[in-house]
């Protein structure tokens, strides 16, 4: 026969699949000689053998619960129904995972007519024992037999007031005997039955509740979101009551091993005297703080310290524990792990080694990389107030104080004066990206977590906030409201990416700084890690950011950023809009100090670390005006003003505009195809990189520039790009009379690329891998299309599991990373590889990375200390590697 029923002391808590984790835990507990009211649970197997034979219990595990009940009246010495010396349980249901939106705990079952007798004559307290009873009534009648406690309150209110009284405190004995007769005629009334006088059906109408619950809307609702499987069942325990509202002797309490916000370690929870179970969290009287406890009653604290030590010593980690004293003498009724902030985790890790408790491995394991987050963001500092003034989703963390803007041209123009200004939008789309660079933070009131905002800003470390559905946007008259509240162009609001919260005016912030103890973390994690960790910069200010979060250089800067500025689009757009070769040169001959100055910025904030530059990428006509905005200026003129030399220029720019107008340019003249076409700018880029190489190398850094040639399909294109660098070195070499040692590789984004790795390896002293673009190309998606369409939709109907754009598609767009790297090692077994798209600052695909033999991953500034961090875990996950020492070093 199969074992459903296990008493506490037959469990432990390896066993939190059958037991549940609270189960579990009180099993381990018992065994360890802790002071638990004795019990038993009924298992997960039993909630799954309850569904199978259509919602009934088994007779084999109805048999169990008795024989076990039996058990546990032994051992109290307590019996069931017995008015002379009762015995009460509660029933607790507990699954795998902790999930709110289970049944409720239900407190002294087991109680009836004759039960409370006895128990007024034991306590003797017959207020205590009546009060006891009217409560359970209440909650057994809402939680197992669907009784709307409304009733109960009612009928509680209505006999208070008959009587006079202003509170619970002054009914007495037999106030509460009225209340009960009372409350018996409301279930009478609701359920057509009477109120359950035999404990055994009241136990048995408990468990079924608890095995329904499973299933209810609001459990399917909370595993949906978490991820958690609908078979695992929840179990159900059952064990004896203590009380803690036996008088001042008694109470009960919560309390964490260590403080769950800063990770100190000091007993951190609160207690009530003379109160029972939920009490405390139902905030009916205010509870005092765990430390005054050692004045009330000094054994018991004493006695209550020893033991969370102990649990913590026991299981290795904070623990968050509830207590319960019945006339003085303590009983311990659930311990887990206890939940914490970024902050408390990473303390509460680093102390563990430090006390000897785990060893570093295991520190660095138990700090969610997703959670450190929170930390490297500027925040609102928590002393001053905030009013909320609108809510919107958390799309990108940090916080900003700015003036109210709805263009991306003004928010530029105000950025480039120094003004903080903050972009509200509809929604955004890649037009507003000068925008977006020049704000603090960007709201949108359209758009989801994984709109173009949300993307942007998250790979800028901007704050943002998307979908505030309550802010009203008047683009014409230049304001917004929210309610009755009206904000105009220029107004100061302060916004926060965490919480998704705008509210008016400056509130001041905290600068994000890495705590002692966090850097201790990352200093182990760089220990550890077998995996190099690089930034995606484009300019010296995120430069300095990546090297002081600790990137080993930079994987992936973007040279199109710095054509964007407004001081230089002009001379790009006159680049572009050249009639010949020669006022191409002029324009390009004008560009290239600026770069060559940026590149140097760059190379001295990354002092000799690595720095990988892309040349240019996107389609030229993304530096030219809108089509459409031209258009109506162009029939405007031709009204008002048809001889007007203005005229000419703007329908010479229209026409160029028209020119380069494309119906794809995703898949358009991008990447390597705009160096085929017009080689003299991708050379003028390259010589901007070797000039500033030279300064560098004067000044004695050891500067070696990896340049990198984007959208590679076939090997002939990079062939060609290739030479063009080779000879622009050699030229720079020449003026200059400095050599500058440097390697040229090209990224993988096209499928055909990474089917012919083993040909463009020839070619390729590194490969990277742009996983955006990658994930474009393979699935077919046009990211802002798909984004803004569809995506949803097909990872709410589970279509794909994830946002393949945030999480990387392992098994499709990963199959053509791992082809990649294999083909490419084939034919140059030393070829560099790495990720530079958004997913090398994501956990899971930073362990993918791993697996696949990457030798780094680069991400956004603000994200290297969680990569240093997850690729550390992928390394202990997976063990070390026996790559060439040299490339990991050199990352
Ligand atoms: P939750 O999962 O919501 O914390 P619990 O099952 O832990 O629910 O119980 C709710 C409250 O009832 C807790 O304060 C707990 O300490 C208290 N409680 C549960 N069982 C008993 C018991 N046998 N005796 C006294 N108090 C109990
Ligand atoms: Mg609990
Ligand atoms: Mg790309």
């Given amino acids: 026969m199969k074992k459903y029923v296990y008493l506490f002391n037959e469990g432990n808590s390896g066993m939190k699949e059958l037991l549940g984790g609270k189960g579990a835990n009180l099993a381990e507990m018992t065994n360890i000689g802790l002071p638990v009211p004795f019990g038993f649970t009924i298992s997960t197997e039993a909630c799954n053998a309850y569904y199978e034979s259509g919602k009934t219990l088994p007779n084999e595990v109805m048999d169990q619960v008795l024989e076990s009940l039996n058990n546990l009246q032994q051992k109290t010495g307590k019996t069931f129904g017995d008015p002379s010396n009762p015995l009460l349980v509660s029933v607790r249901s507990g699954s795998v995972f902790s999930m709110p939106g289970m049944m409720d705990t239900i407190l002294n079952l087991g109680m009836n007519d004759e039960t409370v007798e006895g128990i007024a004559e034991l306590t003797q307290n017959a207020r205590f024992a009546y009060d006891s009873y009217r409560r359970f009534i209440q909650m057994f009648s809402d939680v197992v037999l669907d009784v709307d406690v409304y009733y109960f309150e009612q009928l509680l209110e209505e006999t208070r007031e008959q009587k006079g009284y202003s509170s619970d405190p002054e009914m007495t004995a037999e106030d509460w005997k009225e209340v009960i007769e009372g409350y018996k005629g409301i279930v009478k009334k609701h359920t057509r039955k009477s109120f359950p006088q035999d404990p055994k059906e009241q136990l048995f109408l408990a468990i079924d509740a608890v095995f329904n619950s499973w299933n209810n809307q609001r459990a399917i609702v909370y595993r949906r979101l978490n991820k958690i499987p609908d078979h695992l069942g929840t179990a159900v325990n059952i064990q004896s009551m203590v009380f803690g509202n036996m008088g001042n002797d008694s109470g009960t309490g919560v309390a964490f091993t260590r403080d769950p916000s800063t990770g100190e370690k000091t007993l951190y929870g609160e207690y009530l005297i003379n109160a029972q179970g939920e009490d405390v969290v139902a905030g009916i009287r205010t509870p005092q703080h765990i430390s005054t406890l050692k004045n009330e009653m000094q054994e018991v604290f004493s006695q209550f310290s020893e033991t969370c030590d102990r649990l913590e010593q026991h299981y290795r980690d904070m623990q968050d524990i509830e207590f319960t004293v019945e006339r003085g003498k303590l009983f311990i009724l659930q311990t887990r792990t206890g939940k914490r902030t970024a902050q408390a985790a990473i303390r509460i890790a680093v102390e563990m080694v430090t006390e000897g408790i785990i060893d570093k491995k295991e520190a660095l394991l138990r700090v969610d990389p997703d959670q450190l987050n929170q930390l490297l963001h500027r925040r609102i500092d928590d002393k001053y107030e905030r009013k909320q003034l609108a809510k919107g989703l958390p799309a990108s963390p940090g916080a900003a104080t700015g003036q109210v803007v709805f263009d991306a041209d003004e928010a530029e123009v105000l950025g480039s004066e120094g003004k903080k200004v903050i972009l509200v939008r509809p929604e955004t789309t890649p037009d507003d990206i000068h925008g977006i660079i020049a704000a603090q933070a960007v709201v949108t009131t359209r758009g989801g977590m994984t709109s173009h905002a949300a993307v942007v800003a998250r790979g800028m470390g901007k704050a943002c906030i998307c979908g505030c559905e309550s802010l009203k946007i008047d683009l014409r008259s230049k304001q917004f409201s929210v309610g009755d509240t009206l904000v105009k162009h220029g107004d100061i609001i302060t916004i926060d990416g965490a919480s998704g919260e705008i509210m008016l005016g400056e509130i001041p912030m905290i600068e994000p700084e890495l705590s002692a103890e966090f850097k201790q973390l990352l ?369």
């Fill in 523 to 891: 200093a182990w994690a760089d220990e550890e890690r077998d995996l190099g960790v690089r930034a995606n910069a484009d300019n010296p200010e995120d430069s300095k950011k990546a090297f002081e979060f600790g990137a080993g250089g930079i994987g992936l800067c973007r040279t199109e950023h710095m054509f964007m500025d407004a001081k230089r689009i002009p001379i790009v757009q006159a680049m572009i809009l050249a009639e010949n070769y020669e006022e191409r040169i002029t324009a390009l001959d004008q560009l290239l100090p600026m770069q060559q100055e940026d590149f140097e910025g760059i190379f001295e904030a990354m002092q000799d670390l690595p720095v990988t530059i892309r040349l240019l990428d996107p389609p030229l006509h993304e530096f030219l005006p809108d089509k459409e905005e031209l258009l109506v200026e162009v029939t405007k003129l031709q009204i008002t003003d048809p001889q007007s030399s203005q005229l000419k220029e703007k329908e010479q720019l229209l026409k160029k505009v028209r020119q380069l107008d494309e119906f794809n340019p995703m898949l358009g003249h991008r990447g390597c195809r705009l160096g085929m076409i017009h080689p003299e700018i991708y050379a003028m880029q390259a010589k901007a990189i070797f000039y500033a190489a030279a300064q560098m190398l004067k000044k004695g850094l050891q500067i070696k520039p990896e340049i990198m040639i984007p959208l590679v399909g076939h090997v002939n294109e990079l062939r060609d790009m290739r030479k063009l660098v080779i000879e622009a070195g050699r030229q720079v070499k020449e003026e200059t009379g400095v050599e500058v040692a440097y390697t040229v590789g090209t990224m993988i984004e096209i499928p055909r690329a990474a089917l012919t790795a083993d040909q463009i390896a020839g070619e390729a002293d590194f490969f990277s891998f742009g996983t955006n673009d990658l994930t474009q190309t393979t699935f077919g998606f046009s990211r802002d299309d798909a984004e803004g369409k569809f995506l949803q939709t097909y990872i709410e109907d589970k279509i794909l599991p994830e946002n393949p754009f945030a999480v990387l598609d392992q098994e499709g767009v990963g199959l053509l990373v791992e082809m990649g790297v294999k083909l490419g090692r084939q034919t140059k077994p030393e070829l560099k590889t790495g990720i530079c798209g958004e997913h090398g600052g994501e956990k899971d695909s930073i362990d993918f990375c791993y697996r696949t033999g990457l030798d780094y991953v680069s991400c956004s500034p603000y994200r290297v200390p969680l990569a240093r961090l997850a690729a550390a875990q992928a390394t202990i996950r997976h063990g070390k590697r026996n790559r060439e020492e040299s490339i990991i070093s050199v990352m």
